[in-house]
């Protein structure tokens, strides 16, 4: 293990420890509104129900064990933590700063932000998919937390990019929004198609249309974005081998 592998563990338990901070200070309005006040103070036909937002709980518990398994004797020096760590600090930092400009209604600056983290971490889940291998237990303490993460954020950078929208004066139908969503699922089919480890990615994508649709108005067209991941899980599975490897598991 080098110097650089013990920055890098320790500031992955960093960023893990801030997003739960931020995110506390962000649903309670600590410091400046509450998100969940903020979301729905704008028109938005594909704000999910409020209990979506409890799979958030649920990320930065698995951030955590990710952060926890990676500082583990032995683990560090690991090349799965060097392929993916920066990444991940990368996206834990992006993610205080997209709570913190939400909270202060400064939308566009936040919108940016989440598409960064979005960005972040796919880079950070590939990488992870591509050093983790066959090493199944790689695959439930690094990609899973990952995937999870990502698929959530998928999501979330659709419905801020409607919540945006309307911040800014740009009015948005209700269809519009909902093929904005339903483009989401489609990309998230494409993704599908090519990674493996994808169950925890398809959990949060899952949840977060569920609960869309759940809100009300734009349930018909949701249900649509629903069955297009959907049809996408039925053709990775569709052989014993990649039933295995959704999971992580060879």
């Given at each position: 293990?080098?110097?650089?592998?013990?920055?890098?563990?320790?500031?992955?338990?960093?960023?893990?420890?801030?997003?739960?901070?931020?995110?506390?200070?962000?649903?309670?309005?600590?410091?400046?509104?509450?998100?969940?006040?903020?979301?729905?103070?704008?028109?938005?036909?594909?704000?999910?129900?409020?209990?979506?937002?409890?799979?958030?709980?649920?990320?930065?518990?698995?951030?955590?064990?990710?952060?926890?398994?990676?500082?583990?004797?032995?683990?560090?020096?690991?090349?799965?933590?060097?392929?993916c760590?920066?990444?991940?600090?990368g996206?834990?930092?992006?993610?205080?700063?997209?709570?913190?400009?939400?909270?202060?209604?400064?939308?566009?600056?936040?919108?940016?932000?989440?598409?960064?983290?979005?960005?972040l971490?796919l880079?950070?889940?590939?990488?992870?998919?591509?050093?983790?291998?066959?090493?199944?237990?790689d695959r439930?303490?690094?990609?899973g937390?990952?995937?999870?993460?990502?698929?959530?954020?998928?999501?979330?950078?659709?419905?801020?990019?409607?919540t945006?929208?309307?911040?800014?004066?740009?009015?948005?139908?209700?269809?519009?929004?909902?093929?904005?969503?339903?483009?989401?699922?489609?990309?998230?089919?494409a993704?599908?198609?090519?990674?493996?480890?994808?169950?925890?990615f398809?959990?949060?994508?899952?949840?977060?249309?569920?609960?869309?649709?759940?809100?009300?108005?734009?349930?018909?067209?949701?249900?649509?974005?629903?069955?297009?991941?959907?049809?996408?899980?039925?053709?990775?599975l569709?052989?014993?081998?990649?039933?295995?490897?959704?999971?992580?598991?060879?």
């Amino acid at each position: 293990m080098t110097r650089w592998d013990g920055l890098r563990a320790g500031g992955v338990i960093v960023v893990a420890v801030a997003q739960v901070v931020a995110g506390g200070v962000g649903g309670t309005g600590v410091w400046g509104e509450p998100v969940g006040e903020v979301a729905r103070s704008e028109p938005n036909p594909i704000l999910p129900a409020s209990g979506a937002f409890a799979i958030w709980s649920l990320v930065y518990l698995a951030v955590a064990a990710y952060a926890v398994w990676q500082v583990l004797p032995g683990q560090p020096g690991r090349p799965v933590h060097r392929a993916c760590g920066w990444w991940v600090i990368g996206a834990g930092i992006a993610n205080v700063g997209w709570i913190l400009s939400f909270v202060q209604r400064r939308f566009v600056v936040a919108q940016a932000v989440i598409l960064v983290l979005l960005v972040l971490l796919l880079i950070a889940w590939w990488r992870a998919e591509r050093a983790a291998g066959r090493r199944t237990a790689d695959r439930w303490w690094v990609s899973g937390p990952l995937a999870l993460y990502t698929g959530w954020v998928t999501a979330a950078a659709a419905v801020g990019a409607v919540t945006t929208a309307s911040a800014t004066g740009v009015e948005v139908s209700a269809g519009t929004a909902v093929g904005a969503l339903v483009a989401v699922a489609v990309v998230s089919a494409a993704v599908v198609l090519w990674w493996w480890g994808l169950a925890g990615f398809l959990a949060s994508l899952w949840w977060a249309l569920s609960w869309t649709a759940a809100a009300g108005d734009a349930a018909p067209p949701i249900a649509v974005g629903v069955a297009v991941t959907v049809v996408a899980a039925v053709r990775v599975l569709h052989s014993p081998r990649r039933i295995a490897v959704l999971f992580g598991h060879y």
